[in-house]
């Protein structure tokens, strides 16, 4: 077996390599990116690519470059079963809607009018969302008609970078736990006002539609399950302070085998619908008890998302305690394939 992996410093890499080192397994790095190195892949049996909304390359050619590679045989993670709908909450929300998974009331809309309309007969609070963002990113809560057209034109008008500064510095200051440490994080904020990383200056702003969702009251956190294999592992994010939103909180908590199985039940599920080997998968409960899915991932945030977890829960709905390493999961999936 002789893997390629995508060579960069983020993500899943790092623990990919150290894996294939510690169990003899051959591996390369590659940069798709480089024709000659593109090539290469043809000599593997495996692929791994950890594809980062971060990254416009990735986000511009990734999912066509994984296609190719496929069709020449190659098993390659993630697949294009786990990327046509990465960081598309439009694809997701029609993925939901055609095959009967139970998530919050949403409708799309794709010009003002529309949007005018349904603000003119919604019942406040509503949550507005843009199609791609991490961390909570371009996703709102609307109290009010005013507010609401405030948002819906701009979407319809000069429209949403992917890059959230206040959104992404907010906790930050917050956290800041000495003068100086919040000094130096406002200065980065204020460069990033000024300088917006690469990513945000080389994909389109998000404009021409928008998408309104029932809020779903709960106890002020969410659950994120992500199955690798037969295998699902879980965490809870809280809400930050005098926020609705627990995605990029940083606020994580490990249930283990405390957790309701209908989480576990409700992933499995779902990834079977997609044909996918692995899926991470936000849910929430309404205060009434319902479980709806709010978003999916192909991966995780970071390497560590998970390491918290003292087991996993297999497709029986049995909690078996281990240590967890996602990627180690991952590879296997590969070497299993063949």
């Known amino acids: 077996m002789r893997i390629a992996i995508q060579k960069n410093q983020r993500g899943f890499t790092k623990r990919w390599i150290k894996y294939c080192e510690g169990n003899s397994i051959e591996y390369i ?15 593997c049996d495996a692929f791994y690519w950890n594809i ?4 416009h390359q990735d986000m511009k050619f990734g999912l ?5 590679i496929e069709s020449a045989g190659v098993f390659v993670f993630p697949s294009t079963e786990q990327l046509w709908h990465f960081d598309d909450k439009i694809a997701q929300n029609y993925f939901f809607r055609l095959n009967n998974i139970e998530y919050p009331e949403t409708q799309i809309v794709y010009s003002l009018d529309q949007a005018k ?5 919604a019942q406040y609070p509503l949550i507005g969302k843009l199609r791609r963002g991490s961390a909570s990113s371009n996703v709102f809560i609307i109290k009010s008609r005013r507010q609401g057209l ?12 992917l890059y959230n500064v206040v959104s992404r510095y907010r906790d930050v200051l917050k956290k800041s736990k000495t003068f100086n440490k919040w000094l130096k994080n406002a200065v980065k904020m204020l460069f990033r006002l000024l300088v917006p990383p690469s990513y945000a200056k080389h994909l389109p702003k998000e404009k021409g539609y928008f998408i309104f969702q029932e809020f779903v009251a709960n106890s002020g956190k969410d659950t994120r399950v992500v199955v690798v294999g037969d295998k699902a592992v879980a965490l809870q994010r809280r809400t930050r302070d005098n926020d609705f939103r627990a995605s990029g909180s940083g606020l994580l908590e490990f249930p283990n085998d405390k957790l309701d199985k209908l989480y576990i039940q409700k992933a499995f599920e779902i990834v079977d619908k997609l044909q996918v080997n692995s899926m991470g998968i936000d849910f929430v409960k309404s205060l009434s008890g319902r479980i709806y899915a ?12 998970l390491d918290g ?6 497709k029986s709905l049995n909690f078996i305690k281990s240590e967890i390493n996602l990627q180690e999961w991952m590879i296997e999936l590969g070497l299993n394939s063949k």
């Open 52 to 55: 980062s909304h971060e990254n």
């Open 29 to 43: 790095l590659i940069d798709v990116f480089e024709n000659k190195s593109f090539h290469q892949v043809m000599n």
């Open 117 to 121: 309309s349904i603000l003119d007969n």
């Open 64 to 68: 066509q470059m994984i296609k190719a």
């Open 294 to 305: 709010i978003e999916m991932s192909d991966g995780a945030p970071s390497e560590r998302f």
């Open 309 to 314: 977890a003292s087991g996993y829960w297999d």
């Open 150 to 161: 405030k948002k819906v034109r701009k979407a319809f008008n000069r429209g949403y970078s």
